[in-house]
């Protein structure tokens, strides 16, 4: 079964870093670019950021609310998608959901995962 | 960046009812438009690519159709099933942009 967990949400302070993990299965993993996207309580969705895979440097694209505060990475050794955050903010809180971009590019987002909960609050 | 804009933000219908949501770039995406339904509570779910292609798995009574700037998805036999939000997406260039979402409520 094609499947993604995510992990690592929580309660931060404003001004901390949290890190997220999104453990994938059922497929390969490596050959597909891997997408972040949150959706803040009563919101729609908003896209955080991508990871291209290896035969594209594993490069990287980010929304402008994010630039140079998050980073997203990847493990192909271990089917691992990885979103750290630093910089936390109050409008950061949100569900966050990693999505597989199908095979494909350009292309959407095929596979997502139950998401994960993030509160940034003092 | 590529403004999303749906319409209408929320629809009443009946069971049985055709719906159509429309979903308008702001730039020209050619076909690149994806749509998803999300349930409270839960994840989205892939129902259409390409803007007119249907994924796997997904019902007939779902279809998409447009290019360039104007896009529309239609169900045709609306089912207690499908009352949920539905977004637009365009995936043509970064930052990828979602619309602002339509929620079909139960008339």
């Known amino acids: 079964e094609v499947q993604l967990v995510e992990s690592g949400g929580g309660l931060v302070q404003p001004g901390g870093s949290l890190r997220l993990s999104c453990a994938a299965s059922?497929?390969?993993?490596?050959?597909?670019?891997m997408d972040w996207v949150r959706q803040a309580p009563g919101k729609g969705l908003e896209w955080v950021g991508r990871?291209?895979?290896?035969?594209?440097?594993?490069?990287?694209e980010y929304a402008a609310s994010v630039k140079g505060r998050f980073t997203v990475s990847r493990d192909d050794s271990k089917n691992s998608l990885y979103l750290q955050m630093n910089s936390l903010k109050t409008e950061d809180t949100a569900v966050y959901y990693c999505?597989?971009?199908?095979?494909?590019?350009?292309?959407?987002?095929?596979?997502w995962g139950k998401g994960t909960t993030v509160t940034v609050s003092s | 960046d590529i403004q999303m804009t749906q319409s209408p933000s929320t629809l009443s219908a009946s069971v049985g009812d055709r719906v159509t949501i429309t979903c308008r770039a702001s730039q020209s995406i050619t076909s690149w438009l994806a749509w998803y339904q999300q349930k409270p509570g839960k994840a989205p779910n892939l129902l259409i690519y390409?803007?007119?292609t249907l994924e796997s798995g997904v019902p007939s009574r779902f279809s998409g159709s447009g290019s360039g700037t104007e896009f529309t998805l239609t169900i045709s036999s609306l089912q207690p099933d499908d009352f949920a939000t539905y977004y637009c997406q365009q995936y043509n260039s970064y930052p990828l942009t979602f619309g602002g979402g339509t929620k079909v409520e139960i008339k």
């Open positions: 059922g497929f390969t993993f490596s050959e597909h670019y």
């Open positions: 990871t291209r895979k290896k035969v594209n440097s594993y490069t990287t």
């Open positions: 390409k803007a007119s």
């Open positions: 999505a597989r971009v199908s095979v494909v590019v350009p292309a959407a987002m095929d596979v």
